[in-house]
């Protein structure tokens, strides 16, 4: 079954205009869409002409359809994501760098997860994933090391 969008109120049709003509690309992109189906364009005929997958087409269509115009505004969900500082970055890496038990700990192998402990012990974060080490590792290039090096 085909998806369109629903009939525009006159007031929808002009935020729409409206947002086509701004200057926020990702409004432009999503008002143009809603305005293609709503003219009888059918999702595969439309992602040739704006350049999108169909799957994200129906997204927009959806959410317009749900909640009117306000549900093609883009939400961010939580907060900022947490940022860390260079400084910080380089004390993670000198910290998988280094050996547990020169550091007075009771392993001789670092894991992702007690990385992350340690680096929030030592103070260099107040919080940090498990995840987030391995991303900053991995920019890195680095290898954690343990007893096994000597």
Do not use: D, P, Q, S
């Given at each position: 079954?085909?998806?369109?969008?629903?009939?525009?109120?006159?007031a929808e049709e002009e935020q729409l205009k409206r947002w086509l003509a701004g200057n926020d690309a990702a409004l432009q992109h999503r008002a143009k869409i809603i305005l293609l189906s709503s003219q009888g364009y059918r999702v595969p005929e439309i992602g040739p002409l704006v350049k999108s997958h169909p799957a994200n087409l129906r997204k927009w269509i959806h959410?317009?359809?749900?909640?009117?115009?306000?549900g093609l505004r883009t939400v961010r969900s939580g907060g900022p994501r947490l940022r860390f500082t260079p400084q910080q970055r380089q004390e993670i890496i000198r910290l998988a760098q280094s050996k547990p038990r020169d550091l007075g700990l009771n392993f001789s192998r670092w894991t992702l997860h007690r990385l992350a402990q340690q680096a929030v012990r030592y103070g260099i974060v107040d919080r940090i994933s498990h995840e987030c080490v391995r991303q900053i590792l991995r920019e890195a290039h680095c290898q954690y090391k343990g007893d096994m090096d000597n």
């Open positions: 079954m085909a998806l369109y969008a629903r009939k525009l109120t006159e959410r317009f359809n749900e909640r009117g115009c306000e």
